[in-house]
Nanobody
Framework: QVQLVESGGGLVQPGGSLRLSCAASGSAFRLNPMAWYRQAPGKQRELVARITSGASTNYADSVKGRFTISRDNAKKTVSLQMNSLKPEDTAVYYC???????????WGQGTQVTVSS
């Protein structure tokens, strides 16, 4: 059973920073890729950043150079450091684990990030 719990969202001014964290349960964490997605009002959910079990990363073009994804396999956590935030980064951010063995995605409940002055 995989459970994902996000934390760290909130209200921040443009140009500010936030750090999101996702704590995972279960034994599959270190074996599988983790990702952060986001969904803004009226828009489809989109991939923000992804990190493989080997710590290779990829990012959406819109966040490259501003966001950094990292993972701690010992603590079973994945984090998203978000710098130079823009109003267009406002969205609900979701943690995702893709369990390759069963070809299934698991999602957290989401955390709201609002960038506004």
């Amino acid at each position: 059973q995989v459970q994902l719990v996000e934390s760290g969202g909130g209200l921040v001014q443009p140009g500010g920073s936030l750090r999101l964290s996702c704590a995972a349960s279960g034994s599959a964490f270190r074996l599988n890729p983790m990702a952060w997605y986001r969904q803004a009002p009226g828009k489809q959910r989109e991939l923000v950043a992804r990190i493989t079990s080997g710590a290779s990363t990829n990012y959406a073009d819109s966040v490259k150079g501003r966001f950094t994804i990292s993972r701690d396999n010992a603590k079973k956590t994945v984090s998203l450091q978000m710098n130079s935030l823009k109003p267009e980064d406002t969205a609900v951010y979701y943690c995702n684990m893709f369990v390759e063995l069963v070809n299934r995605s698991y999602w957290g409940q989401g955390t709201q990030v609002t960038v506004s002055s």
